[in-house]
């Protein structure tokens, strides 16, 4: 985080990056979508320097600090690609090459755009759980989709040993929600 962020991705947005110390430290939305696409990219095979040059060519072809935040974002495991308006891929290299988006589009499934192109909320899990990340609720922390309750909420009455059953109940949310509130907690351990 500390090499890619500040000393490559962000370094002239440092003080949107984040703030805090220790355990305490958060970070800004856009950067956590950028750290997200980066994983993603680094977990199918694209390498750093790839990635690092990808996120240059389209911060000067977007005019951003966060082209990772700012674009849809897709993969082959050797190239990157973008979509600046959800009608064309281009790829993000010195080409910048056009191609057919019926072809390559398989990517950026966890992650919604607004009519601008800007990440607007992340699905942790994936569209298919209601687990969401949105900075317009809760203060960007993850909740269940289309309510205010807190993910966090609900796992840790899971670890206080309230069973499944009666949290759902209490909530008023399907199991399926509060299984995936305990699966994400459960990941990000």
Same mark, same amino acid.
């Given at each position: 985080?500390? $090499?890619?962020? %500040?000393?490559?991705? %962000?370094?002239?947005?440092?003080?949107?990056?984040?703030? %805090?110390? %220790?355990?305490?430290?958060?970070?800004? =939305?856009?950067?956590?979508?950028e750290?997200?696409? =980066?994983?993603?990219?680094?977990?199918?095979?694209?390498?750093?320097?790839?990635?690092?040059?990808?996120?240059?060519?389209?911060?000067? $072809?977007?005019?951003?600090?966060? !082209? =990772?935040?700012?674009? *849809?974002?897709?993969?082959?495991?050797?190239?990157?690609?973008?979509? !600046?308006?959800?009608?064309?891929? #281009?790829?993000?290299?010195?080409?910048? &090459?056009?191609?057919?988006?019926? #072809?390559?589009?398989? =990517?950026?499934?966890?992650?919604?755009?607004?009519?601008?192109?800007?990440?607007?909320?992340?699905?942790?899990?994936?569209? *298919?759980?209601?687990?969401?990340?949105?900075?317009?609720?809760?203060?960007? &922390? !993850?909740?269940?989709?289309?309510?205010?309750?807190?993910?966090?909420? #609900?796992?840790?009455m899971?670890?206080?040993? *309230?069973?499944?059953?009666? #949290?759902?109940?209490?909530?008023?949310?399907?199991?399926?929600?509060?299984?995936?509130?305990i *699966?994400?907690?459960?990941?990000a351990?």
């Amino acid at each position: 985080m500390k $090499e890619y962020w %500040g000393n490559r991705f %962000g370094s002239n947005q440092a003080s949107l990056a984040s703030w %805090g110390k %220790g355990r305490e430290k958060s970070v800004h =939305f856009f950067t956590l979508i950028e750290f997200y696409v =980066f994983f993603q990219l680094r977990k199918r095979g694209v390498s750093a320097q790839s990635i690092s040059r990808a996120h240059e060519i389209m911060g000067q $072809e977007l005019n951003t600090t966060f !082209p =990772f935040a700012n674009s *849809e974002i897709l993969t082959d495991g050797k190239k990157i690609f973008y979509s !600046p308006d959800g009608d064309v891929i #281009i790829n993000a290299d010195k080409s910048k &090459q056009i191609n057919f988006k019926s #072809i390559i589009e398989q =990517f950026c499934h966890k992650i919604d755009f607004d009519k601008d192109q800007n990440a607007l909320r992340y699905w942790p899990l994936g569209k *298919e759980k209601n687990i969401v990340v949105d900075p317009h609720h809760q203060l960007g &922390q !993850p909740t269940i989709k289309n309510t205010n309750i807190l993910a966090g909420t #609900i796992y840790s009455m899971y670890t206080a040993g *309230e069973k499944i059953s009666f #949290i759902s109940t209490l909530y008023d949310v399907p199991e399926s929600d509060v299984k995936a509130s305990i *699966e994400f907690f459960k990941k990000a351990a």
